[in-house]
């Protein structure tokens, strides 16, 4: 018996995730964000027509364009904190779309479909789909996200890795142990790169912060919506500072709650919140008085960060302390990398300070060697890496352990034997 695995997107690169596994699962199916060309390779899916859909977590890189599909009407899984997530993020794509003029990549009664059609599944719950058997497994990114493993008829197995994380945050458990496959499809994203002590980060990130508000400054905190948000409250409150909070991560975070069962400690993030202000939109021109904001979009491209920085790009006692990685050519990178950015028509030339955090919620470099030793042991034979600007050279380390490793190509087809 053979199977065969087909890569649409995601390959030697971060962002449009898509797999497709005998041309009839599909796992994942995501956008690229701020690129033109930011489909998988094959947008719409002319001529295949796969039966199951598999969503390894609620992030647009992997779920934003499973709307466009629901007219081939198949059957989709994923954990309930992905669905929500999945009809939430594809209700703004359609939004941003709008008011941008685009013709957007489905409509609301797509979405519709969606939610009515996705069918809700847990970790460690197996259900059957086009011939396989399929488990979801604890990926510990961000709540609700899953890897998950196929099981052929014949015994063939798979396990895709989504993205990953093994180290506990404050938000979440690492992820659970990975189980054995023959086949292994595994995320990139920190290749080559070590992420610094979670403690001594937060402590350097709380100093600096404090350091800000003594001098008379705004700390203005940008941060990913969906789990980022979430955790700096977290990390906030556990150090007694007091923030504001604006944006979609407040949202996030009351969708969070109604799923208590996915986080480390709901009450902890409950709490949280509670030590924070929300801001409503009106009240934003009352907040810039010597505060803590934590706001949202991430990389600077859009949101109430920017309604901040436009008002604070000249104050050199403020600072602007981003909390992630910053993808080349976003707000976030000019903002690091030139002390420059672009708000609506205005290029701002930044004054205030701006300090970059590795909060990621990604394995680090060792975690994702730990992975792929793990599977080598469990007697793995077969690595796909993907997700990641170094898949080739993480391909290339994994083949010294006697595996056979390769860094695809979007749209490249493999059959196994
Ligand atoms: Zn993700």
Redesign the pocket.
């Known amino acids: 018996m053979e199977c065969s695995l087909r890569f649409l997107g995601g390959c030697g690169e971060v962002g449009r995730s898509a797999v497709l596994i005998d041309d009839d699962i599909l796992l994942d199916y995501g956008i690229k964000p701020g690129e033109s060309s930011n489909h998988p390779a094959q947008y719409p899916l002319n001529g295949i027509n796969p039966q199951t859909i598999i969503i390894?977590?609620g992030?647009l890189?992997?779920c934003g364009l499973v709307p466009n599909i629901t007219d081939i009407r198949p059957d989709i899984y994923a954990t309930p904190i992905t669905r929500h997530l999945t009809s939430f993020l594809a209700k703004d794509t359609l939004a941003i779309a709008r008011r941008a003029g685009h013709v957007p990549p489905f409509y609301a009664q797509d979405i519709n479909e969606f939610t009515r059609c996705a069918r809700i599944t847990d970790y460690r719950d197996p259900f059957e789909c086009s011939g396989y058997n399929a488990e979801l497994y604890d990926a510990g990114?961000?709540p609700g996200?899953a890897s998950v493993l196929l099981e052929s008829e014949s015994g063939i197995r798979i396990f895709y890795t989504?993205?990953v994380n093994l180290a506990d945050t404050r938000l979440l458990n690492g992820s659970e142990p990975q189980p054995k496959a023959d086949i292994m499809i595994v995320e990139s994203t920190y290749y080559g790169t070590d992420h610094a002590p979670r403690k001594e980060l937060e402590q350097e990130f709380v100093d600096s912060i404090r350091e800000t508000i003594d001098r008379g400054g705004n700390a203005i905190i940008p941060c990913f919506a969906?789990g980022r948000t979430q955790e700096i409250l977290m990390i906030l409150h556990k150090h007694g500072l007091h923030p504001y909070v604006d944006g979609m991560g407040v949202d996030v975070f009351k969708r969070f709650a109604q799923y208590p069962e996915y986080l480390r400690d709901s009450d902890a993030l409950q709490r949280a919140f509670d030590n924070a202000t929300i801001v409503k939109p009106r009240a934003r021109s009352r907040v810039l008085r010597n505060s803590i904001i934590v706001t949202t979009a991430g990389m600077l491209n859009g949101g109430p960060a920017l309604y901040y920085i436009n008002r604070t790009h000249d104050d050199r006692f403020s600072k602007i302390l981003l909390t992630g990685y910053q993808v080349e050519g976003t707000n976030g990178y000019h903002a690091l990398n030139h002390r420059r950015m672009t708000v609506g028509k205005r290029v701002l030339h930044l004054r205030i300070a701006v300090e970059q955090y590795d909060f990621s919620?990604?394995s680090g470099d060792c975690e994702l060697k730990k992975v792929v030793r793990r599977f080598c042991d469990l007697g793995g034979e077969i690595v796909f890496t993907m997700h990641g600007d170094r898949t080739e050279e993480f391909a290339a380390w994994a083949r010294e352990h006697e595996v056979d490793a390769t860094a695809p190509a979007n749209g490249e087809r493999f059959m196994i034997e």
């Open positions: 390894s977590h992030h890189d992997h990114h961000i996200s989504g993205d969906i919620a990604h």
